[in-house]
């Protein structure tokens, strides 16, 4: 990681005289990023970046002249908890009194808001949000509060080391001097920014650690949080758009008549991904796209279904593909064992299904583009639209608003909905502001998916019952291929996505070889809560139980066995098998499932409960350990565990698009089922506790259900099932 350096930024706005309300101190970490960005010029990321002691109307920190502190996050809050996290740091190292604490959300400008772990790029994934950001938000509260105690100490002409800081409080004990933050941020601001600081021994930490509220759940549940879906500007129009019924497929003929005929339709354009209809509100937009007659050539359209699809990878899974990972000689060990395990797992092909569905808004003038969503790869999407425009980044300005669930599908390489509200917006007067909005079917049908998989998988045992050999076949789709990641994440040809969970497999084995195909199909894919281990965790952790069953070994003894060198898996492991009493009858159709499984630096470990009861597989109660270093906030860290688990839980019993003759055959929660709310099962979460730094939450338990459950249920009925969604009979 790049060095940090703390800036003031508020110096200039003091200089310049702003007006009073904007009095105050405001801090900025400036990685040292900054500085090669500098020479590289504006527009390699963002705007241009700030020189130290620039005025700037962004950073991490500010405090205003009433002493309400502000944090600015530079990751988006879709659900998962950041706002809180972000603001938790700062105000820890800050001393700030909670209650006093709010929360924005940053602008598109990667020189100050990059994500440390993805260099110059802003953005928001792989459960980064906390990790990348643990140091620099605590040096910019403790920035921050050594600038105020200075300033204190000048004010009362007294020592430094004799005040102290508390909820919000900076006093002079010995001559009974008090005060807020508010009424010295000015004189604050006027300090030298300190070159170092001391952050807290983690003895000392009042927040970190504790149930405190999240900041953003008030406004969301009384209605004043701003989704794109609430902004409405004045003269503000709204699209929706007619896709080709098949991937591949393109307009040939638009009958637009009576689509204009529909009160309030405004236009019809034809855009690339297909044709849109303009109209003052939504619902109008929507029966002027209902009237529309478009006429497609399919001639190039993707005609195949999913048993198809399973059919090709299954010939592709005869033949080696490019390595992964390989260990020992696999291809030797095995041709001298006549007693190899084999099996063969899939997983379908899924929608991220957030509840708020795709949409953006754009207005597009002389001074360049703004758009308003809730927004995950600031950078990136910036790059895209100033592209399309033929501008240079820094003219898109991005408001970032809060985003009603992602799961991935707001990461976007080919920002493919940013960019057709962006098609839209350019055919129309300048200036008008535009709201695209894709309605849960639009999605459904036409918008970006979880890969289908298909895991070839054998073994075989030493006389211990331990496997001296593993084999491990992966074939789907590349979410990197053609995307700006590729060149940094595919290696040798092997996107490292699809193969995570599986090249990095911890379980003690001489031989290993692991190796994957990546077919080329016209069907979009990205990345899906917990990427490559939605799939990779299912096809270990089951074979690793086959396995056991092999053996005649429990299967948690089994797994410490293989595991001994890997304390943080073993440590997940035990503490949920104690706290879920490992091993106790179960009764008559009813069985126990375990999985361990490392994702985005975090440690996961489940043991379900299931009961099944004429071929239906309920799931009854699931323990879960964590261990994800540092718990910042032990509340969020649960809610986190809890909703990935029910979010993976949907696709292990219900959650599956199909294709057939090119054609999905899902369009909403009718026929795309999720977990319902009386599906979901008792659930315990048990955090480790760690003085490691925090590692990442939002997605590490999404991949360790469905081995878990498919685990239990093998248990409960002697039937190992394979597939996702599960089904017996």
Same mark, same amino acid.
């Given at each position: ?103 924005? =959300? ?51 002409? $007294? ?37 170092? @600081? ?66 309030? @339709? ?10 849109? $209809? ?82 953006? @808004? ?102 211990? =019952? ?145 009961? @099944? ?117």
């Amino acid at each position: 990681m790049k060095t940090d350096q703390i800036v003031n930024l508020s110096r200039r706005r003091f200089v310049a005289g702003s007006a009073v309300s904007l009095a105050g101190l405001t801090l900025g970490i400036i990685p040292m990023v900054v500085a090669e960005q500098r020479e590289a010029g504006p527009g390699i990321a963002g705007q241009a970046p700030e020189t130290a002691g620039d005025f700037s109307p962004n950073a991490f920190l500010r405090i205003d002249a009433n002493g309400i502190v502000t944090v600015i996050s530079k990751h988006l809050e879709m659900g998962q908890g950041t706002y809180t996290g972000m603001a938790t740091l700062v105000a820890e190292e800050l001393d700030a009194d909670w209650e006093r604490v709010r929360v924005e =959300g940053a602008p598109a400008d990667a020189g100050r808001y990059n994500n440390l772990f993805w260099g110059k790029a802003q953005g928001t994934g792989g459960s980064t949000a906390i990790a990348n950001s643990w140091k620099q938000m605590r040096k910019a509260g403790a920035a921050a509060r050594q600038m105020l105690v200075q300033a204190a100490a000048k004010q009362w002409q $007294v020592e430094v080391g004799e005040i102290t800081v508390k909820s919000g409080v900076i006093r002079h004990a010995p001559s009974g001097r008090q005060s807020g933050f508010g009424e010295l941020a000015e004189l604050a601001a006027e300090q030298p920014v300190p070159e170092s @600081v001391t952050l807290k021994d983690p003895k000392s930490f009042t927040l970190i650690g504790q149930r405190i509220p999240r900041k953003d759940s008030p406004e969301k549940i009384n209605g004043q949080a701003i989704f794109t879906q609430d902004v409405k500007l004045p003269g503000m129009l709204t699209a929706v758009v007619l896709h080709p019924p098949r991937f591949g497929a393109t307009v040939s003929k638009i009958d637009s008549k009576d689509a204009l005929a529909v009160k309030g @339709v405004r236009e019809v354009i034809r855009i690339p991904s297909g044709v849109a $209809v303009v109209a003052d509100d939504f619902w109008q937009a929507k029966l002027g796209r209902d009237a529309l007659s478009v006429s497609w050539d399919e001639s190039k359209a993707f005609r195949k279904s999913s048993a198809q699809i399973l059919d090709d990878y299954r010939q592709l899974a005869e033949k080696p593909g490019l390595t992964a990972r390989t260990e020992g000689s696999a291809a030797t060990a095995m041709a001298s064992t006549d007693d190899a395990i084999e099996a063969e797992y899939s997983v379908p092909f899924l929608s991220h299904s957030a509840m708020e569905p795709m949409n953006c @808004v754009v207005r597009i003038d002389e001074a360049g583009c703004e758009v308003w969503n809730g927004e995950q790869m600031q950078t990136s999407d910036q790059h895209q639209i100033a592209g399309l425009l033929g501008l240079e980044p820094h003219q898109v300005h991005i408001n970032m608003l809060y985003a009603g669930g992602s799961f991935g599908r707001r990461a976007n390489p080919a920002a493919d909905y940013l960019l057709e509200t962006v098609h839209i917006a350019k055919a129309l007067k300048p200036g008008t502001p535009l709201k695209m909005v894709w309605t849960r079917e639009d999605d459904t049908h036409g918008g970006y998916y979880r890969p289908l998989y298909l895991h070839r998988m054998r073994a075989a045992l030493n006389g211990q =019952g331990e496997p001296h050999v593993w084999e491990q076949r992966i074939v789907g789709q590349s979410i990197l291929k053609g995307t700006p990641f590729e060149s940094v994440m595919v290696k040798d040809g092997v996107d490292m996505t699809s193969v995570e969970g599986a090249a990095n497999l911890p379980y003690e084995i001489k031989h290993i070889q692991v190796d994957l195909h990546s077919p080329e199909l016209p069907v979009p894919v990205l990345w899906w809560r917990s990427v490559g281990s939605t799939h990779t965790a299912f096809a270990v952790e089951c074979f690793i139980d086959e396995l056991a069953v092999k053996a005649g070994q429990d299967p948690l003894a089994y797994r410490r066995k293989l595991l001994r060198n890997h304390p943080r898996h073993l440590g997940v492991l035990n503490l949920a098998a104690e706290k879920a009493g490992w091993g106790e009858p179960m009764g008559r159709n009813r069985g126990q499932g375990i999985a361990v499984h490392e994702s985005f630096n975090s440690y996961v470990a489940q043991v379900v409960e299931v009961s @099944v009861r004429r071929s239906v597989i309920s799931v009854d109660r699931v323990v879960i350990a964590v261990d994800c270093g540092v718990a910042v906030n032990p509340d969020v860290i649960v809610a986190q565990m809890e909703g990935g688990m029910g979010f993976g839980l949907s696709a292990t019993l219900f959650s599956e698009l199909t294709f057939r003759e090119g054609r999905i055959e899902q369009s909403n929660f009718t026929d795309y089922r999720i977990l319902r709310i009386d599906q979901m099962p008792e659930v315990e979460v048990h955090i480790v506790a760690s003085a490691e730094a925090p590692t990442g939450v939002g997605e590490p338990a999404t991949p360790v259900i469905a081995p878990a459950v498919a685990n239990a249920v093998y248990a409960a009925t002697g039937k190992r099932l394979r597939q996702l969604p599960l089904r017996l009979g």
